[in-house]
């Protein structure tokens, strides 16, 4: 099986083993008329929109603890298509979350801002892990969660005490990659600090802070994989 791993549960996770292959995508081949005709429609709806450079899995499965997988850069038009059609495309999504943990153990995550295709959405900040983010052609987790916090925060967590190890959750829409990154500070600091950088940007990519204090506190926007990330915070596992 091209994706083998278990679905809607919480799993450990010691090692990620993904590997970015030099080829395409094959859907990215198979879809090359569909691509460009669907993102003229995007863009004509939201001229904000930025043809980047994103990786998408065509290989994903959970080995002794362990995510071993295969990606391939495609262009952010070639994942905008996809979304659309997910099932039976030969292609998942895999991001990560750096879960920022507030000394008084609250969770801070982030409203995503009007202009972005997430608008309203309330998850951790993050991002789609990008070339960049590849170490001699393996995905380095951690350095997209620093560098995706800081562009869309300022925090910088690098010196951020971290869990012990990572965890993810497989689902129909996708596998987060998440970790615990504990900042000392209490959650409206942290908050303060994340609405003053939001402020002094031209254009912000996100609207603003969001405090979540239990398990109960679900605000209104909530990504939907957010809620058993919160979940599995606030009942102590991990």
Known sequence: ????????????????????????????????????????????????????????????AWRDNRLVGRCHAINYSTFMLWRQQRENT?????????????????????????????AGRVYFAAGSFEPIDFRDGLVDVDFNMI???????????????????????STASGTVIFRRYHVTAPADEIARRISAFVASETDPEIE????????????EGLSPHMKPLIEWHFSGEG
């Open 147 to 169: 560098r995706e916090v800081r562009e869309e925060t300022g925090l910088d967590l690098s010196a951020a005490r971290r869990g012990v190890r990572y965890h993810a959750l």
């Open 208 to 219: 603003g802070p969001v405090i979540i204090r239990d398990a109960a506190d679900l605000p």
């Open 1 to 60: 099986m091209r994706f083998d791993l278990p679905r809607n549960v919480i799993l450990p996770v010691d090692a990620v083993e993904v590997r970015l292959d030099p080829g395409p995508h094959p859907f990215a081949l198979e879809n090359a008329d569909a691509i460009a005709e669907n993102w003229q429609r995007e863009i004509a709806a939201n001229p904000a929109l930025f043809d980047g450079t994103v990786v998408l899995l065509s290989q994903l």
């Open 90 to 118: 030969g292609a998942e999504h895999a991001y990560a979350h750096a879960m920022l943990v507030a000394g008084d153990n609250a969770l801070v995550a982030i409203r995503m801002g009007p202009h972005t295709v997430s």
